[in-house]
């Protein structure tokens, strides 16, 4: 028979199924089946059972002893699953359709389920954050104007996962006003030159700076907001007449470029 739990109990989480056997000829072995399927059979009376992996209801224990002779007995109760709500995963910021620009506070959610969670952050497919902050700054300047992707999955102390999806547009963030200051047009110059930027309306923080000669990228970097002298190897390229071009994009996704016709002239 079953010694745990009881005939008619309500049970949740990791449950303990205690089983017992008498007269015949020793020793037993034990097989238990659960809604008929069976999950255990061996020599152990007793069997760790996840309740988490079944329906809310009721659910049937089975139980079949073999003794040393081959001779068998028979025994079954009914109990009911009762776990806690199911685990969801939501956003709760930027809501879906929204569209974004700059730094984007992205807030996720967790119901149900057994905490402490885990929070995994998807953007475009790519993994970006993962662990018990329910905020991710998210720099969306960074990312090409347009459609893209948020994806979450939360994961409950128990192992047992869900996940939400939104997806939001990132604007361009407007245009900038770019110059370049130095060198000057028509310069004639060579070796290293540093190449001074000027730049108006960009928002606070970091701002990508990308500069092609004849549209070959020469330089990329990312800054602060402190004025930008970007260094342009002129050796590793052909002298002759080059229009020099440096586009700026800042953390609100704005964007603008400045160009300069130079001739390079190296010995």
Known sequence: GFSTPAQGATVSGSVTVGMTASGGTAPYTYTLTIDGTQVASGASNTYSWTTTGYSPGNHTLGLTVRDNTGATATASRTVTVQNGTPLTASFTSPTQGAT????????????????????????????????????????????????????????DNTGATATAGITVTVSSGGTLSVAVTTPSPGATVSGTVWVTIWVDGAAAGNKTYTMTANGTQVWNESNGDRPASLPWVTTNGTNGTKTLTVTVRDSAGATGSGSVTVTVANP
């Open 100 to 155: 974004v620009s700059g730094t984007v506070t992205v807030t996720m959610a967790a119901g149900g389920g057994t905490a402490p969670y885990t929070y995994t952050l998807m953007i475009d497919g790519t993994q970006v954050a993962s662990g018990a902050s329910t905020t991710y700054g998210w720099n969306a300047g960074a990312y090409a104007a347009g459609s893209h992707t948020l994806g979450l999955t939360v994961r």
